[in-house]
């Protein structure tokens, strides 16, 4: 495992600059927008895209690889839908299991320049935040998350980089939970009186997550109160059984409580607690307590139990955490006096219920102080109801009203556009690295560029730090001179201060330290030199000083004379252009360019070379980059 962290003394992110047109991020809920469930958020920047298809690269972590398997599996067999309609069957969850590839908390991935790693999100086991990093833009994407440990999951973890955009959710909105210590005593203290008195108590819950936190709370109470053991408690889930082996499997991945008891004996080996296959397996002639799913009585083992406890008064139902809007769970909390059984007779609904949270979906407490630390400028709401969200919204906005902190809650397909101007900054590493340069002083290597990072390093390096490699290419060149070599010399002489004579077989020269000039034959002279940018300039002057006077040779000639007014608009096109690839927002008017970059602004004369910036830093750029383009448009005539 690895860590991408480095220390740094502020988690807060400097305000984003409005960037040129092309670095613009968006960002849409394809579910949980204004609704809880469904979550799928689709995102692009800079031509990269993530969290779209199946057609890609899939990453989770390994508890929540295990888990996937079961979770779709039971899903495929409780389907009561024919098998046309079906979304897919036990072999297309097979053929996933290939595509997932697991990932460690705090691994660094990079996949076509996209970098992203996960911390703890505290939910359920193997649940993650994920923070992805495209060209030095990041997004914290949270998923469901708790900041709340509990009897065997950590807290979620906060990253030690504020990112520049947070999605996250808003289940609970502005609500805020009981202290733990509370609802777990009034959980025990309602399940405890009610069977103490003859009653049933049903607990509908949801296999994977609350069951087992729920399982954990049950055992260790049952232990500890011996008037209890004749009271039987069954978990009535196939699935949550199933998962219980995972759980088993992933210790190391629950909190110090988990591991420490693990030492001794497993945790989830559970003394006073029985599984339950079936309704017809369950013997009802006494208190009981029974677990069982799904978690909002609509359908399976929990309805089957409602349908039959509902009427008496001395039973009770808990309802342990959050539920859906439409589900009978969520029309049950508000206590109405008739329900609707599944034969679609109206019965009284007698049986006490209550609702004591223990969901693991951060409340408003929680979300405030995550997002205190965190200080994202951009904050997207997803995973929560129209109405809490909006409250959410409007508190987070009040919180943060003295800050540059914006507050989004799109709906499912509704795009957020933002505007991000990433710095492009180069690390210098290898040799180069070895001595820390002055200010001011010029650095100079080979530019590297990996997906979205760029890297500078002397060229003796680039196989250490790259997988390129370097190479040099000889060239050699034949041009015809019947002239004495002693007036070719006296040429290059009055061309260049560097001349020398080499004693070798065939009279030479060595010009400029790098190009030898060899009379080899007694018609024909050899230009020999490694090729690089100066070399070759070198190089091609000598070729074309030996051509205009060596009488057998072509002469070079100059180009008809272009219309001013013409190559007047070419040239000032051509700047404009270089210059936008340079600095970005380049504007034309009257004639003159004004060059804009981060609120300063330059006014440029392309035609007499001239820049009045009143930041030096932007002037003298602008100037060094003016001359090498007229350099490179207007070359020197021969």
């Not at 991408?4 to 579910?31: C, F, N, W, Y």
């Not at 009271?231 to 591991?259: E, F, G, H, W």
């Not at 100066?534 to 040779?553: K, L, R």
């Amino acid at each position: 495992m690895s860590s991408t962290a480095a220390s740094a003394p502020s988690l807060k992110r400097k305000e984003s600059m409005v960037a040129r047109e092309g670095d613009q991020l968006i960002i849409t809920p394809l579910g949980a927008g204004n609704e809880v469930g469904r979550s799928c958020v689709y995102m692009t920047y800079k031509n990269k895209i993530v969290m779209t298809t199946f057609k890609g690269r899939v990453f989770m972590t390994h508890a929540t690889k295990a888990i996937y398997k079961l979770l779709l599996s039971d899903y495929v067999k409780v389907s009561k839908v024919s098998v046309e309609d079906m979304l897919f069957d036990e072999q297309d969850i097979l053929r996933t299991m290939d595509k997932i590839e697991v990932i460690d908390f705090h691994q660094t991935m990079e996949v076509n320049g996209i970098r992203f790693w996960c911390y703890t999100a505290g939910h359920v086991l193997g649940a993650a935040m994920f923070m992805v990093d495209i060209a030095g833009v990041r997004v914290l994407y949270t998923g469901d998350y708790s900041r709340e440990e509990d009897r065997h999951l950590r807290a979620a973890e906060t990253p030690q980089f504020s990112p520049d955009v947070c999605i996250i959710e808003s289940t609970y909105g502005v609500q805020l939970h009981q202290p733990r210590a509370i609802r777990e005593k009034r959980f025990t203290d309602v399940i405890h009186n009610v069977v103490s008195q003859g009653g049933r108590v049903l607990i509908p819950a949801f296999a994977l997550g609350r069951a087992q936190e729920l399982l954990l709370i049950l055992d260790e109470y049952w232990a500890g109160h011996p008037e209890l053991h004749n009271v039987p408690i069954y978990y009535a889930s196939p699935l949550a059984k199933r998962c219980l082996a995972v759980y088993q499997t992933y210790i190391n991945a629950m909190n110090d409580r988990i591991r420490t008891q693990f030492e001794g004996s497993n945790p989830f080996d559970f003394k006073h607690i029985m599984p339950l296959k079936s309704i017809e397996n369950f013997e009802d002639d006494g208190p009981s307590v029974v677990m069982a799913s799904p978690g909002g009585l609509q359908s399976g083992l929990s309805r089957q139990l409602f349908d039959i406890w509902c009427q008496d008064k001395k039973n009770a139902c808990i309802i342990p955490g959050y539920v859906v809007e439409g589900t009978l769970a969520k029309t049950i909390m508000n206590e109405p006096k008739d329900v609707t059984l599944m034969s679609g007779l109206q019965a009284p609904l007698n049986m006490q219920v209550h609702y004591i949270s223990f969901s693991a979906h951060a409340d408003f407490s929680q979300t405030s102080a995550f997002l205190n630390e965190l200080q994202p400028p951009n904050i997207i709401l997803v995973h929560g109801e129209a109405n809490e969200m909006g409250r959410l919204k409007q508190k987070l906005m009040t919180q943060f009203a003295d800050q540059n902190i914006r507050v989004l809650s799109p709906k499912n397909c509704q795009t957020v556009e933002m505007h991000f101007n990433a710095e492009k900054t180069a690390k210098a590493i290898g040799r180069l690295a070895e001595k820390t340069p002055e200010v001011g002083s010029q650095v100079g290597g080979l530019l590297v560029r990996k997906g979205f990072t760029y890297q500078i390093m002397a060229p003796e390096d680039l196989h250490v730090f790259t997988q390129l490699s370097t190479g040099t290419v000889t060239q050699r060149l034949s041009i015809p001179y019947k002239g004495a070599f002693t007036v070719l010399r006296h040429r290059l002489q009055q061309l260049y201060e560097g001349v020398e004579t080499l004693n070798e077989d065939v009279p030479t020269l060595k010009v400029h330290g790098k190009v030898l000039v060899k009379q080899v034959g007694m018609d024909y002279v050899v230009l020999q030199w490694v090729s690089d940018p100066i070399t070759d300039m070198v190089s091609d002057s000598i070729i074309a000083m030996m051509m205009n006077f060596n009488p057998e040779s072509p002469k070079m000639k100059t180009s008809d004379v272009e219309s001013t007014e013409g190559k007047a608009v070419d040239t000032s096109k051509i700047v404009q252009s270089l210059l936008v690839s340079l600095f970005g927002d380049v504007k034309e008017l009257d004639g003159k360019l004004i060059v804009s970059v981060d609120g300063v602004v330059a006014n440029v004369d392309h035609t007499s070379n001239t820049v009045d910036c009143e930041n030096e830093n932007l002037r003298e750029r602008i100037k060094v980059a003016l001359r090498r383009m007229e350099i490179a448009i207007k070359p020197v005539r021969m």
